[in-house]
Nanobody, 119 residues
Framework: QVQLVESGGGLVQAGGSLRLSCAAS????????MGWFRQAPGKEREFVAG???????YYADSVKGRFIISRDNAKATVTLQMNSLRPEDTAVYHC?????????????WGQGTQVTVSP
């Protein structure tokens, strides 16, 4: 019923930028915390960036200063602007929605979009 659809992934060289978008549908209200997680092959899923429904944002130390999360409630979208990309950023990026804060166990997940950063 609830759908989160990511887009914007692709292949980019180190130092480049990508902008991911997440289109949400089926959410009953805007009170969900929205964020991004990523998972590389053989690695556990890790938190990347999140935005509390009230407006506060928070980032993993590994991406702080390089990534920016934003949200447009009117359009029911959340974006992740990724700058100064590094090969270690390569992963499948998933959009997520969570009624709880912080985002430790999201209620809904998108299917993900692949981001590959070449050296």
């Amino acid at each position: 019923q609830v759908q989160l659809v990511e887009s914007g992934g692709g292949l980019v060289q180190a130092g480049g930028s990508l902008r991911l978008s997440c289109a949400a549908s089926g959410l009953t209200r805007s009170a969900y915390n929205m964020g991004w997680f990523r998972q590389a092959p053989g690695k556990e899923r890790e938190f990347v960036a999140g935005r509390h429904w009230s407006g506060s944002t928070y980032y993993a130390d590994s991406v702080k200063g390089r990534f920016i999360i934003s949200r447009d409630n009117a359009k029911a979208t959340v974006t992740l602007q990724m700058n100064s990309l590094r090969p270690e950023d390569t992963a499948v990026y998933h959009c997520a929605a969570d009624l709880n804060y912080p985002m430790t166990s999201p209620d809904y997940w998108g299917q993900g979009t692949q981001v590959t950063v070449s050296p």
